[in-house]
């Protein structure tokens, strides 16, 4: 029974983490083009990011 | 679309740090490589800060140094790649997409709640079957508590606000019940877990919300994207216009940005962007999507242009007129906004199963709460436990989730066509049609002209004639030059515009034209689009011209007759024209010579009569037709004000969409009536059951999440007819 201080609080915190990176996914915007994102991941050199 | 290349300078926004940025729509991208393509080949430019595209919207946003790189050029880089680029100015659709990141974090929280509760419920119930104690379910039940009401609160909402929005209209919609389940069913939890009792619902009721936010992300992201898409095929056309200053310069403006008095250059085969009068110049201007008149007009100084109307033979230089109540096009937009305005009155399909049944499944509730409290003798926590029992058992997942799961399939199916769905409830409204009223120039025909009667013309002054004719751009003489197959164009023609083609032989001039100036005298009145051809020492010649049907025509017409509909054609050209493109797609309805009164009137008269009207039009004399019709689907070479206007949008050049369409809306209804009926058949079962308060947490979870995957997969079925076929 004891194990249930930790494991509950650990699931929690790992269901949260997820949680906080789909929100920071959503702010930088990954979202928009789905259908892009899909192919851009089978290109090798991204061209240079200057922003 | 013009040939001038569009300027994008009125397009460019500058910032602050001398950065300028710029949004083109890229046309002819079909994948990631070709996005890449283009990034790279821009990010190559000095200069540039970024150019990043997005293959779903086709847009590209490029952001440059100012005083290093120039909009013109990046233009022209992307177009030597072999892609059409058009800058045009965003509009502001951040309410789409702010209410879409709304929808997407309310189900990313609710997803985290329904998860992390749903494994401590697994642990509640093995729990009741073994050893647990009341202590631990007590603190599991705190725990879900914890973590359910703060994520229920947040995602409640998107459903809350437009309930209260409702009740406060005196109105009943889906919202409503969703949003009175889970507040009572979190109540009721509550007060429950307070007590230690057993009846806790934390993961049924997150559960609900975590489903239908599904059902509703999917509609509103398909929504979206099929206005992207809509705004997409107005951006094509170029939205510019070249105004020639007080001092003789010419610069480019949005066409939005013009302002009457201004003078604006209008070159052979563009577009003329506002009402006004012809300053100078004398060219043929095609009407067909204003009039319907399939027959170019000729205009000279002083004449009068409409804005959507197409300058054909040679450049004129138009003043804007006083942009006033009185133009063709505030008039056009007043009938359109009074037409429109009967459609508001339509509920959706969901919403109308709503207002059945919420109050049958609020009454049966309270019925039940009456049942065991007054006539059982139970006590009242318990009697209300029951009735809870009975909303959340109800779980209204086929308004919610069914019917949005059956609208994204459709419309994704219908978009691989080429059709792009709309407005929110026009599937339905398609579904419900029993009449389709066609316009005819542009809708039913192609728009483009054909040669008739080729075989009663000598191949010698068919030949001749074309050789003249290749000279032009005129829509008529390309026709003639097409119909003799395409022969090299004579040298030193002379083009007069509004009259017709002059060539000096040795014997004298042949001209090829309208009747008096290539003939002389006054000719027969012309029936339907004709030229004359008059050469030294031979009769004079016409040639007479059809606008073709659209491939498909009959056989459209034939399916919607097979599929129980009648057809008329409506159009606002001549009665001539208008009988034979009747007879030849087979229509026995028609009317001829309709002005957008006219047409608004007999739909009136229609729909009076308790038909529902399906409109296909493109001219903006059909606009105010197209508002007022049940439904209507126009061509994606329709006027701006048309497609607007329209619930549907086809592309290309069948007709078969139109049938489509209207099979797939029926499909799609029919699969969302299945819905209800499975529904309904769910809860003649469960409803017993609970009201007999024989429901735990273990059954309600289990009944909703089974109802939600069945209503999911019966929709999703739409999808799997076209492999099938």
Avoid at chain 2, 14 to 41: K, N
Avoid at chain 2, 445 to 468: C, E, H, Q, Y
Avoid at chain 2, 517 to 529: D, I, L, N, R
Wanted: glycine residues 10%; charged residues 20%.
């Amino acid at each position: 029974m004891n194990a249930l201080v930790f494991l509950i609080p650990a699931a929690l915190l790992l269901g949260l983490l997820g949680l906080g990176a789909f929100l920071w996914t959503l702010r930088r915007n990954q979202y928009d083009d789905l259908d892009g994102a899909a192919g851009r991941i089978l290109s090798d050199d991204e061209p240079p990011e200057k922003s | 679309m013009s040939e001038i290349a569009l300027d994008p300078a009125p397009f460019v926004h500058r910032e602050d740090d001398g950065i300028a940025s710029l949004t083109v729509l890229v046309d002819g991208i079909h994948c990631a490589g070709c996005v890449q393509r283009i990034e790279r080949t821009l990010a190559g430019v000095p200069g540039v800060v970024t150019a990043r595209g997005n293959l779903s919207t086709r847009r590209f946003r490029l952001r440059w140094r100012d005083d290093q790189a120039s909009a013109a050029d990046l233009i022209a880089r992307i177009a030597a790649l072999g892609y059409g680029a058009t800058p045009f100015v965003e509009r502001a659709d951040g309410d789409s997409a702010a209410t879409n990141r709304r929808l997407l974090r309310a189900l990313a929280v609710s997803g985290f709640a329904a998860a992390n509760v749903m494994l401590l419920s697994v642990a509640v119930w093995s729990g009741a079957v073994s050893d647990m104690d009341e202590v631990t379910r007590g603190l599991f039940h705190w725990i879900s508590a914890l973590i359910v009401l703060p994520a229920a609160a947040y995602s409640v909402r998107p459903f809350a606000g437009p309930a209260l929005r409702q009740l406060s209209r005196g109105q009943v919609g889906m919202d409503l019940p969703i949003t009175v389940a889970v507040v009572l069913t979190l109540g009721l939890s509550i007060a429950e877990t307070y007590r230690g009792g057993p009846h806790v619902y934390f993961d049924a009721a997150i559960m609900l919300l975590f489903f239908l936010l599904i059902g509703r992300t999917l509609d509103h992201q398909a929504r979206a994207r099929a206005g992207r898409l809509a705004e997409n095929l107005l951006v094509l056309r170029g939205m510019e216009a070249t105004v020639i200053d007080a001092d003789g310069r010419q610069r480019a403006v949005a066409v939005s940005a013009l302002a009457p008095g201004m003078r604006v250059l209008v070159a052979a085969g563009g577009r003329i962007a506002a009402d006004g009068s012809v300053e100078s110049g004398r060219s043929d201007v095609d009407t067909s999507l204003v009039t319907g008149e399939s027959v170019p007009v000729a205009v000279a100084p002083g004449a009068e242009v409409l804005a959507g109307t197409l300058n054909l033979t040679a450049p004129i230089v138009v003043t804007v007129r006083a942009a006033g109540e009185d133009t063709v096009l505030a008039e056009i937009a007043r009938l359109i906004d009074t037409a429109g305005q009967g459609r508001g009155a339509y509920v959706r399909l969901a919403d109308r199963m709503a207002r059945i049944y919420a109050p049958m499944v609020h009454i049966a509730a309270l019925a039940t709460f009456l049942l065991w409290w007054g006539w059982l003798g139970a006590e009242w926590q318990a009697a209300l436990i029951v009735a809870v029992s009975v909303l959340i058992i109800t779980c209204p997942c086929a308004l919610g989730l069914a019917v949005p799961v059956v609208q994204v399939v459709a419309n994704g199916r219908l978009l691989a066509e080429g059709v792009i769905v709309k407005s929110a409830d026009g599937l339905e409204r398609l579904a419900e049609v029993d009449t389709v009223i066609f316009d005819k120039t542009g809708t039913l025909t192609t728009g483009a002209l054909v040669l008739r009667d080729a075989d009663g013309i000598s191949p010698d002054d068919l030949a001749f004639a074309a050789m003249l004719a290749g000279a032009s751009r005129h829509p008529i003489c390309r026709a003639l030059h097409a119909a003799a197959g395409h022969p090299a164009a004579a040298g030193g023609v002379r083009e007069h515009p509004g009259d017709g083609l002059s060539l000096a032989l040795g014997e004298g001039e042949a001209r090829l034209g309208r009747h008096a100036w290539a003939v002389g005298g006054e000719g027969a009145a012309a029936q339907g689009p004709e030229l004359w051809l008059s050469r030294p020492g031979h009769a004079p010649v016409a040639f007479r011209f059809d606008d073709s049907l659209r491939r498909d025509a009959a056989e459209t017409v034939q399916a919607l007759r097979r599929m129980g509909l009648a057809v008329e054609l409506l159009s606002g050209d001549r009665e001539e024209t208008v009988a034979r493109a009747a007879r030849d797609s087979g229509i026995d309805v028609w009317r001829s010579g309709a002005r957008p009164a006219d047409k608004l009137a007999h739909l009136s008269r229609l729909a009076g009569e308790g038909r529902k009207v399906l409109m296909v039009g493109d001219g903006l004399n059909d606009a105010p037709a197209l508002a007022a019709a049940h439904a209507s689907i126009s061509p994606a070479a329709a006027a701006d004000v048309s497609q607007a206007a329209a619930d549907l949008v086809f592309q290309g050049a069948a007709l078969g969409p139109v049938a489509h369409g209207i099979a797939v809306a029926r499909r799609a209804r029919a699969l969302a009536r299945g819905n209800f009926a499975l529904a309904f058949a769910y809860n003649v079962f469960a409803v017993p059951v609970a009201m007999a308060g024989l429901v735990t947490p273990l059954i309600a979870a289990a009944a909703m999440s089974a109802s939600s995957v069945l209503v999911t997969a019966n929709a999703l079925r739409l999808g799997l007819g076209r492999k099938a076929k």
